[in-house]
């Protein structure tokens, strides 16, 4: 089994629609989860950030976090043509071992 | 935002030669830098930890005398490819640990990768 499992997708959505990319986990350790964003042929830029269990918000983003199922989500509102990329879900017990879902490769459709 | 850059975004090389890829933190000191590899549809697989002045740590099934690692300044860390094949061919990107205020743990900020490929 996976540290981390991502469904590879590809999610293809109409503009305007929520996105809901989730990640699952096995190692309980984890307590830092981060959301890349990945262009096509570019290195990943970080979306969020959560430490342990919670909500955060950020714009038309919002990561949760439930220790309890060993479950992320990445909610995106709105979604527009822009937000078209792969998205990376990634944790870490410390910063020097982190681990990285397949990726979700999103399509939003004018 | 901090900036990585990474260099060469691309190269070409015949089989057996040797390819270096320089990742430099443009405006922030790194303690740390990552290596990683990314086959096409796929995520990133961590190759290598590299702290600055020490020997990096490799990852299970990494070849240390194949992929050579110097991070000799708190801003730059090579990676070279020695005697690279054609299963080399792949894109390598690097990463750099900033500390986040209030925390133990570091924002990663991405070069922007380099492909190579190897005929």
């Known amino acids: 089994q996976k540290e981390v499992e991502q469904d590879p997708g590809p999610l293809s959505v109409p503009e305007g629609a929520i996105v809901s990319l989730n990640c699952t986990y096995s190692?309980?350790?984890?307590?830092?989860f981060m959301w890349y964003r990945q262009y096509s042929r570019k290195g990943p830029e970080l979306l969020m950030y959560t430490y342990s269990s919670g909500n955060k918000e950020d714009g038309r983003f919002t990561a949760q976090v439930d220790k309890s199922s060993k479950y992320i989500s990445l909610f995106i509102r709105d979604s527009q043509p822009s937000d078209s990329a792969t998205y990376l879900c990634a944790m870490s017990a410390s910063n020097n071992d982190m681990r990285f879902g397949a990726g979700t490769r999103l399509t939003v459709k004018p | 935002g901090a900036v990585v850059s990474q260099h060469p975004s691309w190269v070409i090389c015949k089989s057996g030669t040797s390819v270096k890829i320089e990742c430099r933190s443009l405006?922030?000191?790194?303690?740390?830098m990552f290596w990683y590899r990314q086959f096409p549809k796929q995520s990133l697989m961590l190759m290598a930890t590299?702290?600055?002045?020490?020997?990096?740590?490799?990852e299970q099934g990494v070849e240390k005398d194949k992929f050579l690692i110097n991070h000799a300044s708190l801003t730059l860390s090579t990676l070279t490819v020695t005697s690279a094949h054609p299963e080399d061919s792949s894109f390598y990107i690097c990463?750099?640990?900033?500390?986040?205020?209030?925390?133990?743990?570091?924002?990663?900020?991405f070069g922007e990768g380099s492909r190579l490929t190897v005929l």
């Open positions: 190692n309980s350790a984890f307590q830092y």
């Open positions: 990463s750099a640990s900033s500390l986040l205020a209030g925390t133990n743990t570091g924002e990663l900020f």
């Open positions: 590299s702290n600055e002045g020490s020997k990096a740590t490799y």
């Open positions: 405006d922030f000191q790194a303690t740390t």
